[in-house]
T-cell receptor, first 117, second 115 residues
């Protein structure tokens, strides 16, 4: 079974500063995907960034980047130049193919990010 | 409407009531999902439908009954729920098949309170 651990229930950052959210995972699969999702107070969960496990290069999406350490099973999210709109619950998730076209997404408990003006 | 929509957004029900949650996706996807989000717990996958066929039932109690009449609509029928079933219920959809996994798109959720 896959597990995802987010050890930081809450984090805060000053506007325009950089913050890193931690995530570790455990899987016996060799082919899997990793994601960071953002859930603002309005509750619509949206994808922030994704990483394919077979890719060594860290994914980047504008101000969001990941530090993917496959051997350590670590997948942290770095938010640069933090903005007030970045305040949300952030979920780390892993996904593997459970057979055929079936995919199973496993989430961590989330990290609540507060951005201070 | 665009993306994934869910109705109602809020629902309060008694333990003896029967109600249904509705999800509709406007993305042309072929897979749909129900998740339960409780406070201080990870999102829990409840059901998965691929091509209208249920492919996953994650040990969900029978008081939750899913229905997927077509690839765009997903229902969750609720009957004799318990207070501990109070949670945010999220629907998601994705396109599966082929060599590449495509992301799941989530709806806004239904906040369910069981009295």
């Amino acid at each position: 079974a896959q597990t995802v651990t987010q050890s930081q229930p809450e984090m805060s950052v000053q506007e325009a500063e950089t913050v890193t959210l931690s995530c570790t995972y455990d899987t016996s699969e060799s082919d899997y995907y990793l994601f960071w999702y953002k859930q603002p107070p309005s509750r619509q969960m949206i994808l922030v960034i994704r990483q394919e496990a077979y890719k060594q290069q860290n994914a980047t999406e504008n101000r969001f980047s990941v530090n993917f350490q496959k051997a350590a099973k670590s997948f942290s999210l770095k938010i640069s130049d933090s903005q007030l709109g970045d305040a949300a619950m952030y979920f780390c998730a892993s996904l593997f193919n459970s057979g055929g076209s079936n995919y199973k997404l496993t989430f961590g408990k989330g990290t609540l990010l507060t951005v201070n003006p | 409407e665009t993306g994934v929509t869910q109705t109602p957004r809020h629902l309060v029900m008694g333990m003896t009531n029967k109600k249904s949650l509705k999800c509709e996706q406007h993305l042309g996807h072929n897979a749909m999902y129900w998740y339960k989000q409780s406070a201080k717990k990870p999102l829990e996958l409840m059901f998965v439908y691929n091509f209208k066929e249920q492919t996953e039932n994650n040990s969900v109690p029978s008081r939750f009954s899913p229905e997927c009449p077509n690839s765009s609509h997903l229902f969750l029928h609720l009957h004799t729920l318990q207070p501990e079933d109070s949670a945010l219920y999220l629907c998601a959809s994705s396109q599966v098949g082929g060599a590449r996994y495509n992301e799941q798109f989530f709806g806004p959720g239904t906040r369910l309170t069981v009295l």
